[in-house]
T-cell receptor, first 112, second 116 residues
């Protein structure tokens, strides 16, 4: 079945460090891929998405590229800020279905 | 901006009580979802609705039911609350109806339910 695997957290970085959060997936067909972010005390909100192979999603300095050959959608940011501290969820949605498949989430903590 | 609101941020109930969690969205979305979020397990889909009075079971529907009498409102009901239903409950909505869904889900802030 479809699944999403994320690196386990927590990830602790100093401000201005480079961030990578790994995400790999298993899916039939050609899924859309998403990164959602959950700030403390809030619900999830869309950070970025990509709907086909080689697409790059980007938002707020974060980027992720849809790699079909490696079934990956790793999240990157060149210079993190304290305000980026949150939980990040990778998710997929297979065309023709309604069910999003979420990863277990990766907690990021950025220290000043 | 899409706004999804949930009736309570925090709720404490006793075992055996009937619990209602309400969710309202203001953007005329067809699809609405209820998830529970638990540490190490991510988000798990409880129920989904793609139209008024229509519902489908998600991955973990046992012990829950839902109601969608109006397009903007989707209620989650715990018929007889148990301690293993202590969790964070998240409601979400998305724009398109039917099976061909590619749209973003918009989430409410969540309700943290504790069952004693």
């Amino acid at each position: 079945g479809n699944s999403v695997t994320q690196m386990e957290g927590p990830v602790t970085l100093s401000e201005e460090a480079f961030l990578t959060i790994n995400c790999t997936y298993t899916a039939t067909g050609y899924p859309s891929l998403f990164w959602y972010v959950q700030y403390p005390g809030e619900g999830l909100q869309l950070l970025l998405k990509a709907t086909k192979a080689d697409d790059k999603g980007s938002n707020k300095g974060f980027e992720a590229t849809y790699r079909k050959e490696t079934t990956s959608f790793h999240l990157e940011k060149g210079s993190v800020q304290v305000s980026d501290s949150a939980v990040y969820f990778c998710a997929l949605l297979t065309s023709g279905t309604y069910k999003y498949i979420f990863g277990t989430g990766t907690r990021l903590k950025v220290l000043a | 901006d899409v706004k999804v609101t949930q009736s309570s941020r925090y709720l404490v109930k006793r075992t055996g009580e009937k619990v209602f969690l309400e969710c309202v969205q203001d953007m005329d979305h067809e699809n609405m979802f209820w998830y529970r979020q638990d540490p190490g397990l991510g988000l798990r889909l409880i129920y989904f609705s793609y139209d008024v009075k229509m519902k489908e079971k998600g991955d973990i529907p046992e012990g829950y039911s839902v109601s969608r009498e109006k397009k903007e409102r989707f209620s989650l009901i715990l018929e007889s609350a148990s301690t293993n239903q202590t969790s964070m409950y998240l409601c979400a909505s998305s724009l398109r109806g039917g099976p061909l869904i590619t749209d973003t889900q918009y989430f409410g802030p969540g309700t943290r339910l504790t069952v004693l």
